[in-house]
């Protein structure tokens, strides 16, 4: 989910008057910043993005010398088993098996070590068939936000009720599919760096998550050029379409050195923010129409917030187009004084707006579950289990330094929505869903992002309506689709749509896996 750090850019108007009775307004760790303005993009971020080719590089690749581990289930369920490949002499992968959390499929946890970077990953092999089923890459958002709370909170094998009561999940994503969640970038959850080393943008990031991807399939041979989803929620509409497209440039690489490419089959995004300008205008929409629920706000703060909705559009276009520090900064400050302010005035839950925030919003992110999370994951056993390093410290649902360091890059500002489209062309599809009561990553805006998506296939996909898709004869949600692209809400949902929708998000799952029609 967007941490409440972002809530608070959003907020500016929040920010700046520092008023007390702020309801999502937490004081950040600005004496790191040498602005006061949390909107001060200390380094500006490159005008153009483009995504970079995997560092190390591959060299010609003699398979002979390596042998992989083929049979996983000789690995300790106590004791880290650390794999090596000679193509990549700076990697390591640290890996234990368990029953962890699923207890009828196999589990696998630990790290990929990219030099001083380790990534921290779960993996649960299908409870269907793991020898042919896809396989998933799941990463939650933030930026800074740890996966364990799309694993123990929506998708993954168990669902954590307190520190001590976990239970089984019948509508786990592994149900038919070999899914990973994978906290990152370093700094976040059980991931970590050495050296105080830190990563503050979503391309660096990439780099980090394609190596990932290349030394994983590496060694789990037998899932070797199986199909590929890269699926995330939230600050995931940005990470994942990024995410993808360094994937795919880096099986050039592969296949020059010889190796297997990583067959990416499609992105799914969960109420992903992808593009700022049309997510932070709708915001306008869901507050004061009678979209998903009642107009939550009173008519004079509607009209007030309509007065200023052109002006917003109008900067946030020209910041879009020209990327410029100052102008994206002031559009952005202009746009949350006015549309984003009165919302977190209202008491509402920003990623369920049928609800009040079950909060504080900076302790609980309006789920006071994700407290019983934390304390699962601080447990001495659990750690154990799971094979957590010891130079992590206590567990935190989101880090703030991470996600302060995104904000200073104005990492959110790019449009992302190009990467979309480009995969698109490229034949990988792409899953846009959205739990209809989010707020914050709201369903208008991406509507309004997919239709203004351009790709060959535009056309006939703005040239559809929506229409309903069900599960089990009743109305699900709706759905738009054309070729490899297909946009879906998910009726009483909110911004964690399988925590609210589980049955619902399976079954869209299942047929976005198998090609079929929603
Ligand atoms: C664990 O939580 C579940 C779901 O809330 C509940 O049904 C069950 O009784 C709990 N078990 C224990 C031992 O507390
Ligand atoms: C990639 O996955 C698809 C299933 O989506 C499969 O049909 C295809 O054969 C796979 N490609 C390779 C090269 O293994
Ligand atoms: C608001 O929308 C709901 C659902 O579409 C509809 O039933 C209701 O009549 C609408 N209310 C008004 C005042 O239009
Ligand atoms: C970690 O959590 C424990 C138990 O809640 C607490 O006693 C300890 O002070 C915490 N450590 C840090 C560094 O916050």
């Given at each position: 989910?967007l941490s409440p750090r972002i809530l608070s850019l959003?907020?500016?108007?929040?920010?700046?008057?520092?008023?007390?009775?702020?309801?999502?307004?937490r004081?950040t760790?600005?004496?790191?910043?040498?602005?006061?303005?949390p909107?001060?993009?200390?380094?500006?971020?490159?005008?153009?993005?483009?995504?970079?080719?995997?560092?190390?590089?591959?060299?010609?690749?003699?398979?002979?010398?390596?042998?992989?581990?083929?049979?996983?289930?000789?690995?300790?369920?106590?004791?880290?088993?650390?794999?090596?490949?000679?193509?990549?002499?700076?990697?390591?992968?640290?890996?234990?098996?368990?029953?962890?959390?699923?207890?009828?499929?196999?589990?696998?946890?630990?790290?990929?070590?990219?030099?001083?970077?380790?990534?921290?990953?779960?993996?649960?092999?299908?409870?269907?068939?793991?020898?042919?089923?896809?396989?998933?890459?799941?990463?939650?958002?933030g930026p800074g936000?740890?996966?364990?709370?799309?694993?123990?909170?929506?998708?993954?094998?168990?669902?954590?009720?307190?520190?001590?009561?976990?239970?089984?999940?019948?509508?786990?994503?592994?149900?038919?599919?070999?899914?990973?969640?994978?906290?990152?970038?370093?700094?976040?959850?059980?991931?970590?760096?050495?050296?105080?080393?830190?990563?503050?943008?979503?391309?660096?990031?990439?780099?980090?998550?394609?190596?990932?991807?290349?030394?994983?399939?590496?060694?789990?041979?037998?899932?070797?050029?199986?199909?590929?989803?890269?699926?995330?929620?939230?600050?995931?509409?940005?990470?994942?379409?990024?995410?993808?497209?360094?994937?795919?440039?880096?099986?050039?690489?592969?296949?020059?050195?010889?190796?297997?490419?990583?067959?990416?089959?499609?992105?799914?995004?969960?109420?992903?923010?992808?593009?700022?300008?049309?997510?932070?205008?709708?915001?306008?929409?869901?507050?004061?129409?009678?979209?998903?629920?009642?107009?939550?706000?009173?008519?004079?703060?509607?009209?007030?917030?309509?007065?200023?909705?052109?002006?917003?559009?109008?900067?946030?276009?020209?910041?879009?187009?020209?990327?410029?520090?100052?102008?994206?900064?002031?559009?952005?400050?202009?746009?949350?004084?006015?549309?984003?302010?009165?919302?977190?005035?209202?008491?509402?839950?920003?990623?369920?707006?049928?609800?009040?925030?079950?909060?504080?919003?900076e302790?609980?992110?309006?789920?006071?579950?994700?407290?019983?999370?934390?304390?699962?994951?601080?447990?001495?056993?659990?750690?154990?289990?799971?094979?957590?390093?010891?130079?992590?410290?206590?567990?935190?649902?989101c880090?703030d330094?991470?996600n302060a360091?995104?904000h200073?890059?104005?990492?959110?500002?790019?449009?992302?929505?190009?990467?979309?489209?480009?995969?698109?062309?490229?034949?990988?599809?792409?899953?846009?869903?959205?739990?209809?009561?989010?707020?914050?990553?709201?369903?208008?805006?991406?509507?309004?992002?997919?239709?203004?998506?351009?790709?060959?296939?535009?056309?006939?996909?703005?040239?559809?309506?929506?229409?309903?898709?069900?599960?089990?004869?009743?109305?699900?949600?709706?759905?738009?689709?054309?070729?490899?692209?297909?946009?879906?809400?998910?009726?009483?949902?909110?911004?964690?749509?399988?925590?609210?929708?589980?049955?619902?998000?399976?079954?869209?799952?299942?047929?976005?896996?198998?090609?079929?029609?929603?």
């Amino acid at each position: 989910m967007l941490s409440p750090r972002i809530l608070s850019l959003l907020g500016l108007a929040a920010v700046a008057c520092g008023s007390a009775q702020q309801p999502f307004f937490r004081p950040t760790s600005q004496g790191k910043n040498p602005s006061s303005n949390p909107f001060a993009f200390s380094k500006p971020a490159p005008s153009v993005e483009t995504v970079t080719n995997f560092g190390a590089g591959f060299d010609a690749y003699d398979a002979g010398l390596f042998t992989p581990l083929e049979d996983f289930s000789a690995l300790s369920t106590d004791e880290y088993t650390t794999l090596g490949h000679p193509l990549f002499p700076s990697y390591n992968v640290r890996i234990k098996q368990s029953t962890f959390c699923d207890g009828t499929a196999r589990a696998y946890t630990g790290y990929i070590d990219k030099e001083a970077h380790h990534l921290f990953f779960y993996f649960f092999e299908s409870r269907n068939d793991p020898d042919t089923d896809d396989v998933i890459f799941w990463t939650n958002g933030g930026p800074g936000c740890s996966s364990s709370l799309g694993l123990f909170m929506e998708l993954g094998p168990c669902r954590v009720n307190t520190p001590h009561n976990v239970t089984y999940n019948p509508y786990s994503w592994n149900e038919n599919a070999n899914v990973f969640f994978v906290d990152q970038p370093v700094g976040v959850g059980f991931s970590y760096a050495e050296h105080g080393e830190s990563v503050d943008n979503t391309l660096d990031a990439a780099k980090d998550i394609a190596a990932f991807v290349a030394i994983f399939f590496e060694h789990f041979t037998k899932f070797k050029g199986r199909a590929f989803h890269m699926a995330g929620e939230s600050y995931g509409g940005r990470y994942i379409p990024v995410f993808a497209s360094e994937v795919f440039d880096q099986n050039a690489q592969l296949e020059a050195a010889g190796l297997t490419p990583i067959n990416l089959s499609s992105v799914m995004i969960g109420n992903g923010c992808t593009h700022w300008p049309t997510m932070v205008t709708s915001y306008y929409e869901m507050q004061c129409q009678n979209i998903s629920v009642p107009p939550i706000q009173d008519v004079s703060t509607c009209v007030r917030m309509k007065q200023s909705l052109s002006r917003c559009e109008k900067w946030m276009s020209s910041c879009d187009d020209a990327y410029n520090e100052l102008d994206c900064e002031a559009a952005s400050m202009f746009c949350s004084a006015e549309i984003s302010y009165p919302f977190f005035n209202s008491g509402y839950n920003p990623y369920d707006i049928s609800k009040l925030c079950d909060g504080p919003i900076e302790e609980t992110l309006c789920y006071p579950l994700t407290k019983s999370i934390s304390g699962f994951l601080d447990r001495a056993d659990v750690r154990h289990t799971l094979g957590v390093d010891p130079s992590v410290g206590n567990f935190s649902s989101c880090s703030d330094n991470v996600n302060a360091a995104f904000h200073a890059r104005g990492d959110q500002m790019f449009p992302t929505q190009y990467y979309i489209g480009a995969l698109l062309e490229r034949g990988v599809r792409a899953l846009i869903y959205v739990g209809a009561n989010d707020w914050i990553c709201n369903w208008v805006g991406n509507e309004r992002m997919t239709l203004g998506l351009e790709w060959t296939g535009q056309d006939a996909f703005v040239g559809q309506s929506l229409r309903e898709w069900e599960v089990d004869g009743k109305a699900a949600g709706l759905t738009r689709s054309a070729g490899p692209f297909t946009f879906a809400t998910i009726f009483n949902a909110g911004h964690m749509a399988p925590y609210d929708k589980p049955k619902e998000s399976l079954e869209l799952v299942k047929r976005w896996l198998a090609k079929e029609e929603l």
